[in-house]
């Protein structure tokens, strides 16, 4: 696996693999790598010949009070978990390489609707960070595709309506969410999570699998539900940031003619913010 710093070093090794007929693949992430990340990887593989992966702390995607310094930087163990999953080049900027200007003098992208509400509301700027991050990789490595987790499901949305909006030829692809045994999603802020606080992380899918269980079997008092899963949370120690039912395609609130839905939440245990979702369709 080569590794490169700069724009034009990325252009350079991208445009060499191109020219040999090989289909390009991007994986961004901002490092802290862990079996999920692998698993994008790896998708990527099997849809292009040539995987680029990129880690890059964006600062642009993160609010005042969140941990951007604190942001767990692993690039030497990263680089191994990279080889391991079959990435050929890893291009890693500095903040210089990808905001020469500044990030106040930066051109924002902006994804209206689909960026609203549930992370967008409690982060706000949040999605304007990583819109811009990605249509900056996507215009720099110029990949036929690109891989994002569905953990971040409100994100891969944001990335797919910006891909269709401004005509920007990748193709991207989702990967379904990686967990351990006990059902918590893998997620670089798990780290943070004390023995304790570990063992209760779970109840988070749980809460969610049961409310997608009850809507299965025909409740569609979604309100009620709702209120239900937050009393779940709160008694597993959560704080709930936030706990909906949506259209799984807009992000639109769901009512009882959806079908096509995702159950989405945010909840604080401890100091450490989870998200997760559950996808699922009533037709099936």
């Known amino acids: 696996m080569?590794?490169?710093?700069?724009?034009?070093?990325?252009?350079?090794?991208?445009?060499?693999?191109?020219?040999?007929g090989k289909r390009i693949g991007l994986v961004p992430t901002m490092g802290n790598l862990h079996d999920g990340h692998v698993a994008l990887v790896r998708k990527a593989a099997q849809h292009a010949d040539f995987v680029v992966a990129s880690i890059f702390v964006n600062p642009l995607q993160f609010g005042a009070n969140e941990d951007l310094d604190s942001y767990p930087r692993t690039l030497a163990a990263?680089?191994?978990?990279?080889?391991?999953?079959?990435?050929?080049?890893?291009?890693?900027?500095?903040?210089?390489d990808m905001y020469p200007n500044g990030m106040q003098q930066?051109?924002?992208?902006?994804?209206?609707?689909?960026?609203?509400?549930?992370?967008g509301q409690s982060r706000p700027g949040h999605f304007d960070g990583v819109a811009t991050v990605v249509s900056k990789l996507f215009n720099m490595a110029q990949p036929d595709i690109a891989v994002f987790g569905e953990k971040d499901f409100q994100q891969l949305a944001v990335i797919r309506k910006m891909v269709r909006d401004l005509n920007i030829p990748v193709q991207v692809i989702g990967e379904p969410i990686v967990r351990n045994a006990d059902g918590l999603a893998l997620s670089s802020r798990n780290g943070y999570l004390t023995a304790d606080e570990l063992k209760a992380a779970p109840r988070l899918q749980q809460t969610l699998k049961?409310?997608?269980?009850?809507?299965?079997?025909?409740?569609?008092?979604?309100?009620?539900?709702?209120?239900?899963?937050?009393a779940a949370l709160g008694a597993a120690g959560f704080r709930a940031d936030y706990l909906e039912i949506r259209e799984a395609t807009t992000l639109h609130p769901a009512d009882e003619s959806s079908s096509d839905l995702v159950i989405l939440a945010a909840a604080y245990l401890g100091k450490t913010r989870l998200i997760d979702?559950?996808?699922f369709n009533l037709s099936n």
């Not at 080569?2 to 040999?20: F, G, P, Q, Y």
């Open 2 to 20: 080569n590794i490169v710093k700069t724009v034009a070093d990325l252009r350079a090794a991208v445009a060499r693999a191109r020219s040999e």
């Open 78 to 96: 990263d680089q191994a978990r990279l080889v391991e999953a079959g990435c050929q080049l890893l291009f890693t900027p500095g903040v210089e």
């Open 106 to 119: 930066q051109t924002q992208v902006r994804v209206p609707d689909v960026s609203e509400g549930l992370c």
């Open 210 to 230: 049961t409310l997608a269980s009850a809507i299965a079997e025909g409740r569609r008092d979604y309100p009620a539900l709702l209120d239900e899963g937050r």
């Open 277 to 279: 979702n559950l996808a």
